[in-house]
């Protein structure tokens, strides 16, 4: 399943068999391939050519041009929701200000101390929760600016663990 926002719309688009559903309403359309950046749109007498302008895989968004409109597409795949849902959404990422935990947990690790410079993806912590170890990543770069858990600390949801 994914998500897909337009302007201030959200749609939710899942495959289910040879179908694809949006918001649980079967897409009535016809899809012809053109090419690879290219697809052909029908649906009783319409037509609609749309094309792929750009891919940013980072941000998950693309840009398409449909007839003579152009729009920008955000995705959210079900890993996306999935963060989003537990509170881990990854939107604004590029300045870091805390992190706070995703869910209850132990801390097992610390891999940060006050004054580290962390690159986005950098491993800070590990998180023990429901007998499972969760890596917890910088979301972006920075300079850790203090490290509010220790080793064997239990902590809650939303808690901050690290701040920049």
Not at 37 to 64: M, P, W
């Amino acid at each position: 399943m994914f998500s897909v926002n337009l302007k201030e719309s959200t749609f939710q688009v899942q495959k289910s068999g040879d179908s694809i559903l949006v918001n649980d309403q079967g897409l009535d359309w016809d899809l012809k391939w053109i090419d690879e950046r290219t697809i052909h749109l029908i649906r009783g007498n319409e037509s609609k050519v749309a094309e792929l302008i750009s891919l940013d895989r980072e941000t998950k968004s693309i840009r398409i041009r449909l007839g003579y409109q152009v729009a920008t597409l955000s995705l959210k795949d079900r890993f996306d929701l999935l963060l989003e849902k537990m509170g881990m959404s990854a939107a604004g990422a590029g300045a870091v200000k805390d992190i706070k935990a995703p869910m209850p947990g132990l801390i097992l690790d610390l891999k940060v101390k006050a004054g580290d410079e962390v690159k986005k993806g950098d491993v800070v912590l590990i998180l023990e929760a429901m007998k499972m170890e969760n890596i917890i990543k910088a979301p972006g770069d920075g300079i850790v600016k203090d490290v509010k858990v220790s080793l064997k600390q239990s902590v809650e949801k939303n808690q901050v663990l690290i701040q920049f």
